[in-house]
């Protein structure tokens, strides 16, 4: 396999270079898991740990495991989401990985945050064998735009949209909530769930990026449950930025938001239209109709419940 560009090997220098012996006194801390732990991680630091920044699982390449299993092996502080055992075809399992710790290790189980209330219509779909499942500019899809596609290729008239009625964007808020307090509970983790019970608009960039008024707070209760005193966030600047969702006015009415709503994207600075997203998106939708079809049946409960009708 080729290196990892000059960038991503200067990112992650350190990681690639092992942990050493007699580094400190202070105890390694190590958050494994997707972006969410890279951001965990900038806001677990403090002068009482040492971290390193470590790929996303996702990206590791097979090489580089053993690599990471040396740092698994050298930390007294683990930070892991709940992933399954030989992930991708490694041995990247959150449990396997807690079997490498040494004896005296502590351990912060963490939720994978993902939660729908501020962007109903938005599906994260990665169906296992299916390749390049993202959608282009923003690797987000709507229900709207999955319905129009569906519509279009069914050949029938599509029904005239429904607005969301207020109920039905409160009951997605409520049953995504519902779904990681029961993932939390079923893998034992820190909880955070509770937080969305009142939302102020500022809890997720997107539907599986959480933001700041959510990492902060996850940072202290995971600082707590390994032990370590509470310390103010070790950044302060805006993280999980790089896609940020609309937030629409028919949301901020219905959860009584204090945030503003907005309308475009914005991915890596730039605004992006939500029409340019969605006339990309037909246009990609036409060319993969395996996506198309996976993507319609993982919509069919959340669109019953926002009124957005589906071709049978």
């Given at each position: 396999?080729?290196?990892?560009?000059?960038?991503?090997?200067?990112?992650?220098?350190?990681?690639?270079?092992?942990?050493?012996?007699?580094?400190?006194?202070?105890?390694?801390?190590?958050?494994?898991?997707?972006?969410?732990?890279?951001?965990?991680?900038?806001?677990?630091?403090?002068?009482?740990?040492?971290?390193?920044?470590?790929?996303?699982?996702?990206?590791?390449?097979?090489?580089?495991?053993?690599?990471?299993?040396?740092?698994?092996?050298?930390?007294?502080?683990?930070?892991?989401?709940?992933?399954?055992?030989?992930?991708?075809?490694?041995?990247?399992?959150?449990?396997?990985?807690?079997?490498?710790?040494?004896?005296?290790?502590?351990?912060?189980?963490?939720?994978?945050?993902?939660?729908?209330?501020?962007?109903?219509?938005?599906?994260?779909?990665?169906?296992?064998?299916?390749?390049?499942?993202?959608?282009?500019?923003?690797?987000?899809?709507?229900?709207?735009?999955?319905?129009?596609?569906?519509?279009?290729?069914?050949?029938?008239?599509?029904?005239?949209?429904?607005?969301?009625?207020?109920?039905?964007?409160?009951?997605?808020?409520?049953?995504?909530?519902?779904?990681?307090?029961?993932?939390?509970?079923?893998?034992?983790?820190?909880?955070?769930?509770?937080?969305?019970?009142?939302?102020?608009?500022?809890?997720?960039?997107?539907?599986?990026?959480?933001?700041?008024?959510?990492?902060?707070?996850?940072?202290?209760?995971?600082?707590?449950?390994?032990?370590?005193?509470?310390?103010?966030?070790?950044?302060?600047?805006?993280?999980?930025?790089?896609?940020?969702a609309p937030l629409?006015?028919?949301?901020?009415?219905?959860?009584?938001?204090?945030?503003?709503a907005r309308s475009?994207?914005?991915?890596?600075?730039?605004?992006?239209?939500?029409?340019?997203?969605?006339?990309?998106?037909?246009?990609?939708?036409?060319?993969?109709?395996?996506?198309?079809?996976?993507?319609?049946?993982?919509?069919?409960?959340?669109?019953?419940?926002?009124?957005?009708?589906?071709?049978?």
């Open positions: 396999m080729s290196p990892r560009p000059a960038a991503e090997g200067h990112h992650y220098r350190h990681f690639l270079a092992g942990p050493t012996t007699g580094a400190g006194d202070r105890p390694l801390l190590l958050a494994v898991g997707n972006c969410q732990a890279e951001s965990l991680r900038l806001l677990l630091r403090g002068e009482d740990v040492r971290t390193v920044r470590v790929p996303a699982l996702h990206d590791l390449r097979p090489e580089e495991v053993a690599v990471l299993h040396a740092w698994v092996r050298a930390s007294e502080l683990l930070v892991v989401p709940p992933v399954a055992d030989d992930y991708r075809g490694l041995p990247l399992g959150s449990d396997q990985l807690v079997a490498l710790l040494p004896p005296s290790a502590r351990v912060a189980r963490v939720p994978l945050v993902r939660w729908a209330g501020l962007h109903p219509w938005q599906l994260v779909v990665h169906p296992p064998g299916l390749p390049d499942p993202e959608p282009p500019v923003v690797a987000y899809h709507d229900l709207r735009v999955l319905a129009e596609a569906a519509w279009a290729r069914s050949g029938r008239p599509r029904p005239e949209p429904v607005p969301p009625s207020a109920d039905g964007l409160r009951e997605v808020a409520r049953t995504s909530r519902a779904e990681l307090a029961r993932r939390e509970g079923r893998a034992g983790t820190v909880v955070v769930s509770d937080l969305l019970a009142r939302p102020s608009g500022e809890e997720m960039r997107t539907v599986n990026h959480p933001g700041n008024r959510l990492l902060e707070p996850l940072a202290a209760r995971v600082r707590a449950a390994l032990g370590l005193a509470a310390l103010g966030p070790g950044v302060d600047r805006p993280l999980l930025t790089s896609v940020v629409e006015p028919a949301v901020v009415a219905a959860l009584q938001l204090s945030a503003p475009d994207w914005t991915v890596d600075g730039a605004a992006v239209t939500t029409e340019e997203v969605r006339r990309t998106h037909l246009g990609w939708y036409a060319a993969r109709p395996d996506v198309l079809d996976v993507a319609v049946e993982r919509a069919r409960e959340p669109a019953g419940l926002l009124g957005v009708p589906l071709p049978g």
